[in-house]
């Protein structure tokens, strides 16, 4: 692909299928890449540990999921753990050398081995590795660097791909036999998109104007409108989303692995609740479009469904259920509740299985229950159902 057909195609892809493994081959390239990228002092920052989901311990799998990423750790079938080594100004004297006999930092620069041994490292590089905030603002930021053209190999391979927050590192370090000078940055998850890659369009960005400016900060950048144009044509710039299928393409994959589903967006929801009738359920049945009358019965299902965990859980009504995953905080604010959110988690598996569900049905049921609290500001996690 083409440079900017790649970075203006890349998305955060959250989607993969499941099923296709992903050639090592394409993950040489990722890595390839990531280690061409420019790097100050010469130095090696990244490290890597790439790991297939099907040789992750589920204790892994379950410490790695966070509020942020959850269903992705199920479905993506390769795992970049990525770090930098804190060892790395290490050896920076013979790497900056390697440059000037390669005549990258030639003398006409001012550049010599000399320079760098008695000069550039005792007196500028050497109290750099010596301060911990600037070892690790360095670290991090030659890692991003990295991690940019691995993401952006990603997608020129034909791969979907995103970037986690690395929330278990001690896990992985146990498992794995990370050393010790290793400090964790990102998770990037990689696999074949299961969406279509463009992922229901390009992402929001400002203009141009409101991040970057020319020959002074009061002067905002301004576009030519015939170089827009053009990098429209060469694919930098792309139909901005949602594209008009984007709902009903997540809704699909979403039901293929019966989790939950709905708008998100609660300025969908019209207000139309039918006097009496809980809130919470009307925001539910609201965001699945289950009112609409040529769906009709789907919303007295739904509605059943929920009694019959309401009854199991010994709540009053829909509105205590939510009313069980919040708190009030020292401060007086609401907030969710970690416990509530867990107990309820739990008692919904203990509901579809005392009815008898088994595997993927007793996660889709599950699942129907976490969307009600979904949909009423609680985060729940759906769990998976493969068919
Ligand atoms: C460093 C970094 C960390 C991120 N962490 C997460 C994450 O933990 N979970 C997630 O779903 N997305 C994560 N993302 C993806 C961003 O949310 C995403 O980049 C943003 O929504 C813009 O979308 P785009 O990448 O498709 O342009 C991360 C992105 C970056 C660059």
Redo the contacts with the bound molecule.
């Keep these: 692909m083409e440079f900017k057909r790649v970075v203006g195609t890349?998305?955060?892809?959250?989607w993969f299928k499941p099923w296709r493994p992903v050639d090592r081959s394409k993950i040489q390239t990722i890595l390839e890449a990531a280690n061409r990228a420019s790097r100050s002092m010469n130095a090696d920052y990244p490290r890597a540990l790439v790991v297939y989901r099907d040789d992750l311990p589920d204790e892994v799998r379950e410490a790695l999921r966070?509020p942020?990423?959850s269903v992705?750790l199920d479905l993506a079938p390769v795992f970049i753990f990525w770090y930098f080594d804190l060892n790395y100004p290490s050896g920076t004297q013979d790497r900056l050398k390697e440059l000037v006999a390669q005549n990258a930092l030639p003398a006409a620069h001012g550049w010599s081995d000399a320079y760098v041994e008695e000069f550039l490292w005792p007196q500028v590089l050497a109290p750099i590795a010596k301060d911990p905030n600037a070892l690790v603002f360095m670290g991090a930021t030659e890692t991003?660097i990295a991690?940019c053209n691995a993401l952006n190999a990603a997608v020129d391979e034909g791969l979907g791909t995103?970037?986690?927050?690395f929330t278990a590192p001690d896990k992985v370090k146990a498992i794995f036999g990370v050393p010790d000078t290793w400090i964790p940055v990102?998770?990037q998850l990689v696999g074949y998109p299961m969406e279509e890659p463009e992922?229901g369009g390009?992402?929001p960005?400002q203009p141009l104007g409101a991040l970057f400016f020319e020959g002074n900060c009061n002067t905002p950048w301004e576009d030519d409108p015939a170089t827009t144009s053009r990098l429209r044509s060469e694919g930098l710039i792309q139909e901005p989303g949602p594209l008009p299928w984007r709902e009903k393409e997540v809704q699909m994959i979403a039901r293929m692995f019966g989790l939950p589903e709905g708008s998100a967006r609660q300025e969908d929801i019209p207000a139309h609740a039918a006097p009496g009738t809980p809130a919470s359920l009307t925001r539910w049945l609201s965001a699945l479009g289950a009112n609409d009358p040529a769906r009709a019965g789907e919303a007295e299902a739904l509605t059943g469904t929920l009694e019959s965990f309401i009854a199991f859980a010994g709540a009053e009504g829909p509105d205590e259920l939510v009313e069980r995953c919040v708190r009030t905080t020292k401060q007086g604010d609401l907030a969710l509740s970690a416990k509530g959110r867990r107990e309820i988690d739990q008692q919904i598996d203990a509901w579809a299985a005392e009815r008898g569900l088994r595997g993927r049905d007793a996660i889709v049921a599950g699942n129907r229950i976490r969307e009600f609290l979904i949909h009423n500001g609680v985060f729940m996690q759906g769990r998976v159902a493969f068919p």
């Excluded at 995103?162 to 927050?165: E, I, K, M, P, R």
């Design positions: 890349r998305r955060s892809i959250r966070n942020t990423t992705d991003g991690i995103c970037l986690h927050a990102w998770l992922a390009q992402r960005r």
